[in-house]
């Protein structure tokens, strides 16, 4: 399977607990995202990696989340002393540079409920 | 600031005929593209289509086509003969070339009926 694969699928853990999130993105794409989606709404933008490097992070991303991306490949994302409102889908896509207006590949997300 | 309005929540639509999903934008950028994803409900966001703000022509894959109205700053995506599997969140978004973020609306959920 050569698409965005997120591990893992279903996280449910309780709160105050720390949660690590894993991305896999389109190996050719040096470009890569973080959206978070909760219960009735549309992703919303948490963070960018061109690269290793962390280009931007959303104000929605407190200081309990921090993300990374080692060599430019897989990123991780995790959140500390998880909250009840962390409770969300959290989406990861890829790109390419090459071409403008080029789609962004989303993987199958991870859904965090926080107990 | 970029926004994304879907006014509809929820749609209905009779297998084999066309359904209208309506979005509206606002950008003060004068060059960005518009996009829309499907989502089942397995959670994975599937890409459809892509407008650009500059294209002249609407865009067209398959059965799904853009209805880009630039003036009124509406992009309605438009799927012909509805098939049982369209039935899905469907989101339209927007970039601005200058960036890198897709902005999204809240969706709407269709349902084909047999």
């Known amino acids: 399977d050569t698409g965005v694969s997120q591990n893992p699928r279903h996280k449910i853990t309780k709160r105050g607990q720390n949660v690590t999130f894993r991305c896999d993105p389109i190996?050719?794409?040096?470009?890569l995202y973080w959206y978070r989606q909760t219960l009735g709404q549309g992703p919303e933008f948490l963070t960018y990696f061109q690269n290793e490097a962390q280009l931007e992070k959303s104000r929605l991303l407190s200081d309990r989340f921090s993300a990374e991306r080692p060599k430019g490949s897989f990123s991780t994302l995790e959140i500390q002393r998880t909250e009840q409102g962390d409770s969300a889908m959290y989406l990861c896509?890829?790109?390419?540079?090459?071409?403008?207006?080029?789609?962004?590949?989303f993987g199958q997300g991870t859904r965090l409920t926080v107990v | 600031a970029q926004k994304i309005t879907q006014t509809q929540p929820g749609m209905f639509v009779q297998e084999k005929e066309a359904v209208t999903l309506d979005c509206t934008y606002d950008t003060s950028d004068q060059s960005y593209g518009l996009f829309w994803y499907k989502q089942p409900s397995s959670g994975e966001m599937i890409f459809l289509i892509y407008?650009?703000?500059?294209?002249?022509q609407n865009a067209t894959e398959g059965r799904y086509s853009l209805n880009f109205q630039k003036a009124r700053k509406s992009a309605n995506l438009v799927i012909s003969a509805s098939q049982l599997g369209d039935s899905a969140m469907y989101f339209c978004?927007?970039?601005?070339?200058?960036?890198?973020?897709?902005?999204f609306g809240s969706g709407t959920r269709l349902l084909v009926r047999p």
């Open positions: 978004a927007m970039r601005a070339d200058s960036s890198y973020k897709l902005i």
């Open positions: 407008q650009g703000s500059y294209d002249e």
């Open positions: 190996s050719e794409h040096n470009r």
């Open positions: 896509a890829s790109s390419s540079p090459i071409t403008q207006g080029t789609e962004a590949f």
